[in-house]
């Protein structure tokens, strides 16, 4: 693991759709580049930190419609308990942004919460839209009206 990184990006995480593996390792960059904000002095984290949190936002909205539209298309029954999640998240992430950004936030605090989420949302709730998606590809059973991911 290099200085300075909270995370690393490990194969078991994969849910095997190209696309979605680069974004969540995007993901994982951005939550390094705010934890390596944390371990700056505290303007110049202070200042990091708000920078690379608006993009770290504006990027989970953007990956987080990729992989609904996916589940969607593939006719996953999970879907709308999936968009559930994600909708809950953004929302709790836009609050500690208000937070810190009203002096009432602690960043580290933050980049454990979000490390956390991304980890176990992957781990749990990702591979299983992943297998359902991998399971009706190897028995044909994608719809042809149903794009493919």
Known sequence: MEEGTYVEWKDEYSVKI???????????????????????GDDQ?????????RSTVNYIKFHFGAEERIM?????????????????FVKRVLEDVKKFEGGKAVPYVFVNYLRDWILNHIAVHDKAYSAYIMERKQTGTLSANKREP
């Open 18 to 40: 190209p696309l979605i593996d680069d974004q969540h390792k995007e993901l994982i960059r951005l939550t390094n580049q705010l934890y390596a904000s944390c371990l700056e």
């Open 45 to 53: 984290a202070r200042a990091y930190f708000k920078e690379v949190i």
């Open 72 to 88: 969607s298309n593939a006719g996953y029954p999970q879907f709308a308990e999936h968009k559930k999640q994600h909708e809950s």
